[in-house]
């Protein structure tokens, strides 16, 4: 017979969605795990329509059910938008300002750079275009002369 104790209780999103959010609001300094979800929600559509093969499915594979299922529910652009042009493309989509849309970004990238990883995240730069290091909070990568 089954006790009550071996039945999770019900969250509206798993454990680990949950820990994303409050890594993001943490760190974003958002005043409402609400306002924390908009921004990765945003973000990481954002992301799925700029990122593709291998580094998308690792990365989806990496980041919790509920955040995967917004990465993966894009279909990439044919056109690869340059990071500043994200940001932009973004803040066209809700109308808010490119600050506001700039610091969502940097914030949902700092979660997504510790679930892919140091060696996932150098990928993923490599494969997107010119100014998205600096948007998941490192020095842009430069070839080698």
Known sequence: MMSDQSVPLQQPYGGAYEHLLEKVRYDGAYPTRERAEEAVRLVLAGLGRQLTGDERV???ARLPLEAARILTAQIPDTQPLTGWAFVKDLAARTGASLATTRWDTGSV?????????????????HQLSPGYALLF???ELTPAA
């Open 137 to 139: 909070g490192h020095a």
């Open 58 to 60: 690792e990365l989806a």
């Open 109 to 125: 990238f700092c979660a997504v750079a510790a679930y892919a990883g140091p060696d996932l995240l150098t990928r993923i730069l």
